[in-house]
């Protein structure tokens, strides 16, 4: 791995074996392809916000770039790194970012902060003052096109009272669509099943601050990194 990408943060991978990496620092992307057993570099994309958790679409032909710190989010053409879409979202900490087997959606994790709520006991122990949620982007909407148009979201909240979702972080997804997701802030992975007709939400306690998931090929096994 050359020398100058020390400074980038989780790498992106994609089916083709291109690799990303984002420079928070240069406010850039780095694209990467492997040669034998090495990384050689192949173009930079720059963009107009701190660079964050990245994704390559399931055909690698595009990758997901999401804001470190705000609600950004840009779509670069993996083969010349060519800004296709950017959006910006009212919500910020979007550390999870993963698309759906079947490559339809893209799965988000984010908190929404309430400019209505105060830093009062009760808007904290209700939950109007921040929101935990995880966000799916229809792409079969205008997402992809222009980026001038608001994409379809649907939204599914993590978290409830006496049971805090603090940190969303990292995202993982099944066959069946169930979702995983890290909270970082409570020490818990947050199951998550939308079609379920009762207790849409389990915890699995895993110890002090997880923040990366990887599913198995066969996705039968969660790895969890902290």
Known sequence: IPDWVCCGSTPAHSSSGS?????????????????????????????????????????GRELVVAGAFGGELAVLGADDGALKTRLTLPEHNLSGLVFSPDGQRLLLSRQHLSQLARTSFDDLHWGS????????????????????????????????????????????????????????????????????????????AVGHRPRELLLDEARHRLFVAN
């Open 129 to 204: 003052l921040m929101r935990n949620e995880i966000a799916t982007i229809d792409l079969g909407d205008p997402f992809g096109a222009t980026g001038k148009a608001p994409p379809r979201f649907q939204r599914l909240a993590v978290g409830d009272v006496d049971a805090g979702a603090g940190d969303p972080a990292a995202i993982a997804v099944d066959g069946e669509f169930r979702i995983f997701v890290a909270l970082a802030g409570v020490n818990e992975i947050a199951v998550l099943d939308p079609a379920a007709a009762s207790e849409r939400e389990r915890r699995i």
């Open 19 to 59: 690799l990303a990496v984002a420079l928070p620092v240069l406010r850039s992307v780095v694209f990467l392809k492997r040669n034998g057993d090495k990384l050689e570099g192949q173009f930079i994309s720059p963009v107009d916000f701190t660079p964050g958790r990245m994704a390559f679409s399931p055909n």
